[in-house]
């Protein structure tokens, strides 16, 4: 190899001077792209280029000299570089040589001063061992005593490749006749699934507008119902709520120390009486409350609320019934970031007042606690207790009509599983939303989130 900056040493030079010269620069081209490791169809290309530049180049005269270059930096290329001694003929020679760059991965034709140029260059495969000095050397040391055949020789050689490439161009005529049999099986597949498919999606789609159809009446028969259901609550519970009203002041009457003196298991009978009549006024408010709700009957007072003035509210109402020295019940002090907020005072007092009132029932030991913050734009309410916990897949079967959690036993009072249904509603009447959080055995915590602005 020569030194950097030079021209790489040629792996071999050749003198075209007759026709007969060009089945020897075939053959000895063919043999020094086997030689650098092209395969046999880049051979036959580079070949096939190579005689037809050498036929092209003798119909100018005067010859022409053919020169074979490895170049293995970079990406490993063979150069061949054909010149004649006739110049000013490059544009005519590229003309004539239209097709022939089909065959290489690139060709040049230019005028110099030695006369016109023809530059072709195909890359090597990537397969192909390093072209090192050592290895150069041995490929030009076994050029030099290769003995180039006859026009015959190479016209049999051209024959069988010839014959080759016929074989191979039928082969894969065969084969796209194959494939295209099986495309055109294919397309006949897939029209029929196509039609198919657009029979089955046309059906469905008339079953959807009939479900859609069925939806829309079955909507408006519940939409009926539940409105039925409302009015019945509400007409039932105001009937209801004057006699049991009436029953519990016969039962105050009778336990009056005024009245006429009762013995222990009358006194007993009449405290069973009051209490089960209390526990009934307390139903009985709860469904007129709820049948408000669903009934769209309750309209919010929006004002400005003092958050302190309802804690401490709730704060003193419900202390007398949080009792039990095993159970702390704590209200937290508004930050002063959440002092205030836009809705209604009463609606949200009544929503913190069931929630706490339902966390004192269930908790037996620990404590039950009412905090508050603000998030983003919003405002935030935990209720949390040490109770008896819910299940997951119970979360949202709370908040559904006179559900009570299986086995779940009140601490004190009796619950009609009502208070969550209405105070997720009147949370949502306030524009916000409730969850619930909770595992058994860890206790609950029931977060109600409102807007600080009016919804």
């Not at 490439?165 to 194959?178: G, K, T």
């Not at 405290?271 to 009957?297: F, M, Q, Y």
């Not at 007042?353 to 905090?371: P, Q, S, W, Y």
């Amino acid at each position: 190899m020569s030194d950097a900056g030079h021209a790489p040493e040629p792996l071999m030079r050749m003198r075209l001077r007759v026709e007969q010269d060009v089945f020897v620069v075939r053959q000895m081209g063919r043999e020094v792209a086997r030689a650098v490791g092209m395969e046999q169809q880049d051979q036959t290309r580079l070949a096939t280029a190579l005689s037809e530049v050498g036929r092209v180049m003798l119909t100018f005269g005067h010859g022409a000299d053919v020169t074979f270059e490895a170049v293995p930096s970079g990406v490993p290329t063979l150069r061949v570089k054909v010149v004649n001694s006739h110049p000013g003929d490059a544009a005519e020679v590229r003309m004539q040589l239209g097709q022939v760059g089909r065959l290489v991965d690139t060709l040049e034709v230019s005028d110099d001063e030695a006369g016109t140029v023809v530059g072709m260059a195909r890359r090597l495969p990537a397969s192909v061992p390093r072209l090192t000095p050592e290895r150069m050397d041995d490929i030009r040391a076994g050029l030099a005593q290769h003995v180039p055949g006859t026009p015959l020789d190479e016209l049999s050689v051209q024959n069988q490749q010839l014959i080759a490439a016929l074989d191979e161009v039928r082969a894969q005529r065969d084969d796209l006749s194959r494939l295209n049999a099986e495309l055109e099986e294919t397309n006949r597949g897939v029209m029929a699934l196509y039609n198919q498919l657009s029979q089955e999606l046309e059906e469905t789609n008339r079953g959807v507008v009939a479900l859609y159809a069925e939806l829309d009446e079955k909507s408006e028969q519940l939409r009926t119902v539940s409105e039925a259901k409302s009015r019945f609550l509400a007409n039932v519970s105001h009937e209801l709520r004057a006699p049991v009203t009436a029953v519990i002041g016969l039962a105050r009457l009778l336990g009056d120390p005024a009245s006429e003196p009762l013995g222990d298991e009358q006194r007993r009978q009449v405290d069973l009486i009051s209490s089960s009549a209390n526990d009934l006024l307390t139903l009985v408010n709860d469904l007129l409350d709820l049948a408000k709700a669903e009934a769209g009957r309750i309209e919010p007072e929006w004002s400005e609320v003092d958050l302190r003035a309802v804690f401490g509210q709730l704060r003193g109402t419900l202390r007398p019934l949080a009792t039990r020295p095993e159970v702390d019940f704590m209200v937290e002090e508004p930050s002063p970031l959440s002092l205030s907020l836009y809705t209604d005072e009463v609606l949200l007092a009544r929503v913190l007042r069931n929630l706490l009132t339902n966390a004192i029932k269930f908790t037996a030991e620990g404590e039950v606690r009412l905090a508050v913050r603000t998030v983003d734009d919003d405002i935030e309410f935990t209720v949390s207790d040490t109770g008896t916990g819910i299940p997951a897949e119970l979360h949202e079967r709370i908040f559904e009509e006179f559900y009570q959690v299986p086995r779940s036993r009140a601490i004190t009072g009796k619950g009609t599983g009502l208070g969550l249904p209405y105070a997720r509603r009147l949370v949502g009447i306030l524009g916000g939303g409730l969850r619930v959080d909770s595992e058994p055995g860890r206790g609950s915590t029931f977060t109600v989130r409102l807007p600080l602005t009016r919804p």
